[in-house]
T-cell receptor, first 116, second 113 residues
Framework: AQKITQTQPGMFVQEKEAVTLDCTYD???????LFWYKQPSSGEMIFLIY??????QNATEGRYSLNFQKARKSANLVISASQLGDSAMYFC?????????????FGRGTSLIVHP | SQTIHQWPATLVQPVGSPLSLECTVE??????LYWYRQAAGRGLQLLFY??????ISSEVPQNLSASRPQDRQFILSSKKLLLSDSGFYLC????????????FGPGTRLLVL
């Protein structure tokens, strides 16, 4: 079974609008970390935002915020005021306790296209 | 600050030729290091990871091998490339910090013909 599920293969948004990218996860651990990455056409994976399982407040980084609903096991990324440069693939990832190897599990990604 | 370098940026190699991709990390010591492969339009496939010099764990049996000869150097190799080895190879590192965030290098695009 997939541990990270991103159900939206592609999303479209108008410039300056907000967009939510969905991510659900599956774990039986109490301590875990959730991450979002952006991959533009250049290929580099860019870290955007982190949410710890014990963090009581939703993480925010500039125009990025993570809507963390622990009971629902969801960690959706919200991008406010979309810009053309936000067009990219977005990956959700989860890190569980792993005895020191810290191997995250990645979702299959969501392609976001921002229209002018 | 921590930086991850990868080279070459792009590579075109014939089937059956050897491969060596290098990844080096600056600004940290004893990082966890990872090699991923990404096929066009697909997600990330973890190939190898290392928690220390000479310590390599393989996640997927394949035509590739990895080595960590120095603390901040991680090398991906093959003796004979296959067409299926084509893809985008990303090196990643986890630096110190409670979040254990994984950071990625710029990647190497490999085309095997």
């Amino acid at each position: 079974a997939q541990k990270i599920t991103q159900t939206q293969p592609g999303m479209f948004v108008q410039e300056k609008e907000a967009v939510t990218l969905d991510c659900t996860y599956d774990t039986s651990d109490q301590s875990y970390g959730l991450f979002w990455y952006k991959q533009p056409s250049s290929g580099e994976m860019i870290f955007l935002i982190y949410q710890g399982s014990y963090d009581e407040q939703n993480a925010t980084e500039g125009r990025y915020s993570l809507n963390f609903q622990k009971a629902r096991k969801s960690a959706n990324l919200v991008i406010s005021a979309s810009q053309l440069g936000d067009s990219a693939m977005y990956f959700c990832a989860m890190r569980e306790p792993s005895g020191g190897s810290y191997i995250p599990t990645f979702g299959r990604g969501t392609s976001l296209i921002v229209h002018p | 600050s921590q930086t991850i370098h990868q080279w070459p940026a792009t590579l075109v190699q014939p089937v059956g030729s050897p491969l060596s991709l290098e990844c080096t990390v600056e600004g940290t010591s004893n990082p966890n290091l990872y090699w991923y492969r990404q096929a066009a339009g697909r997600g990330l496939q973890l190939l190898f990871y290392s928690i220390g010099i000479g310590q390599i764990s393989s996640e997927v049996p394949q035509n590739l091998s990895a080595s960590r000869p120095q603390d901040r150097q991680f090398i991906l190799s093959s003796k004979k490339l296959l067409l299926s080895d084509s893809g985008f190879y990303l090196c990643a590192s986890i630096f110190s910090g409670a979040q254990r965030t994984q950071y990625f290098g710029p990647g190497t695009r490999l085309l095997v013909l």
